[in-house]
């Protein structure tokens, strides 16, 4: 029978090289057998029942990782005896315990399955956030910052995987950009909640009482645990078990995906794969973009709120003015993944949204007027935030096979996570109130993302017209059609999406 096409979806002859899918089960045996319609109703369905819950969990995970930045500007800097640096080590130790669980997470989560690992982080670092309301040094602080890692280390990549296993790779950039996006929505929720937490009378027991900066740890922490407890009820372990799809749909949900990556959904995670994630260059294109894309978004989700203080804005007139900046970054990240997915293209856009961070540093570097620089504050968030989504789902599009791709998730995200650290340091106390070196550095990282961009696009169009020319197909002498199968993107029929 004719194959059926997707709406996303055309046969090689009709696309360009760079984004070449890797299905070649058009007219062969492997044919899919279910209408454009079908597949379309089963999107929909998984749509309503996957991702707002996974927005929902990485809307509270970055909002309890960034509310130490509303904190901060509420009384716990001189609460706790922040002096110097001890603000940004307290930060640091989060990030690094948080890179090195990523990659273990990710393994952990395609062994045991999302349905209660994924929630179970989720209360993990909720409880962690409650207990920070009640740290009265500075080391406490550093210790449950340390925890805080482990339990969020494991969220964005675990997230980012779950949905690749629910999703087509045209499909992906859209839904990672809209649970994503939850990172702007969190700052712009954040600064709007803080702002009422913090205004909540002393309250609490002798020797444990909560006030201002204590409550927006406390109270946010709380929401954390109890939205984690209800997504067990909601989120499937896998296709075939969604509640929400009928038996027939529970297949084509499955059977699709396999046609797409051709191996085995429930494959067990070995050292090859560990191997192929890590010797992928489309992999190292996109971990170095996360890093550099990483020093603006955390830098500005931690700092921005001293940044706007800085300009001359009080406390609770800085937190108020973070929210129409998220806003707009939030809109305009989801708006970049739907065109994105609709036209096959990832580099492309990222390279475009540079220019607007570019600028945006730049005039916070050189510019004068508080006006001008919160204006610049917007280009900055604007140009930045979709460049996360971007890189990690340009990734995952180019690491076939589900046990890859669990890999390559928690490895680009690993390898990102570093430009946080670097953020942290980029806002030093004694750089304010201008603060020139962090806007310099910034800026440099938008560059830096340019080029990346560009190379990736280069370089994945470049292999792609080799691989159509039969330059690889000397991988596959010798080889059984199972080891074939295991060739993942080094396949002769992969096509990389650029």
């Not at 406390?218 to 038996?247: M, N």
Request: aromatic share 12%; glycine share 10%; with cysteine.
């Amino acid at each position: 029978m004719a194959a059926i096409q997707s709406l996303h979806e055309k046969s090689d002859s009709d696309q360009p090289d760079a984004v070449v899918l890797e299905t070649k089960s058009e007219g062969s045996s492997e044919a899919p057998g279910w209408s454009v319609a079908e597949e379309a109703a089963v999107r929909r369905k998984l749509d309503w029942q996957i991702v707002p819950m996974v927005t929902i969990l990485y809307l509270l995970c970055f909002l309890d990782r960034i509310n130490i930045g509303n904190a901060r500007i509420q009384g716990m800097e001189e609460d706790l005896n922040l002096v110097g640096y001890r603000f940004n080590i307290a930060t640091s130790i989060f990030y690094v315990i948080y890179l090195t669980v990523e990659v273990p997470s990710n393994i952990l989560l395609k062994h045991i399955g999302p349905r209660y690992y994924l929630p179970g982080l989720v209360v993990g670092f909720g409880a962690v956030s409650v207990g920070t309301a009640f740290v009265k040094t500075y080391e406490q602080l550093c210790v449950v910052r340390a925890l805080l890692g482990i339990f969020e280390g494991g969220t964005m990549p675990g997230l980012a995987f779950f949905l690749s296993s629910f999703y087509k790779r045209q499909e992906l950039y859209f839904r990672i950009g809209i649970y994503v996006s939850a990172a702007s929505t969190a700052g712009a929720f954040g600064g709007l909640l803080a702002a009422g937490l913090s205004q909540i009378p002393e309250w609490g027991v002798a020797g444990a009482t909560l006030h201002t900066w204590r409550n927006i740890f406390f109270f946010e922490g709380l929401i954390t645990i109890l939205v984690a407890l209800c997504a067990p009820l909601i989120l499937p372990q896998s296709p075939e078990t969604s509640k929400y799809l009928t038996d027939r749909e529970k297949w084509i949900a499955s059977e699709r995906l396999r046609l797409e990556h051709k191996a085995n959904t429930y494959e067990k995670v070995r050292l090859r794969h560990v191997k192929l994630a890590m010797l992928n260059v489309n992999n190292y294109i996109c971990a170095a973009g996360f890093f550099a894309i990483n020093i603006t978004v955390q830098g500005l989700s931690v700092f921005m709120p001293t940044i706007l203080r800085e300009l001359g804005y009080e406390s609770l007139e800085a937190q108020y003015y973070t929210v129409p900046v998220y806003t707009a970054a939030s809109l305009i990240a989801i708006a970049v993944g739907l065109i994105s997915d609709k036209t096959k293209m990832r580099g492309l856009y990222l390279a475009l949204f540079t220019f607007l961070g570019i600028t945006g540093f730049a005039m916070l570097r050189w510019g004068s007027g508080s006006q001008l620089k919160y204006a610049a504050v917007y280009l900055c968030a604007v140009g930045a935030f979709p460049g996360g989504p971007g890189f990690l789902s340009w990734g995952l599009n180019n690491a076939a096979g589900p046990a890859v791709r669990a890999v390559a998730g928690g490895w680009i995200v690993t390898l990102g996570t570093m430009g946080g650290i670097l953020a942290v340091w980029a806002y030093l106390p004694n750089d304010g109130p201008s603060y020139p070196i962090g806007h310099s550095i910034n800026l440099a990282a938008q560059v830096f993302v340019l080029f990346l961009s560009l190379f990736g696009i280069f370089y994945c169009v470049r292999e792609n017209r080799l691989r159509a020319r039969g330059a690889r197909d000397s991988r596959l002498v010798g080889l059984t059609e199972e080891e074939k199968a295991d060739l993942g993107y080094r396949h002769p029929d992969f096509r990389y999406i650029a």
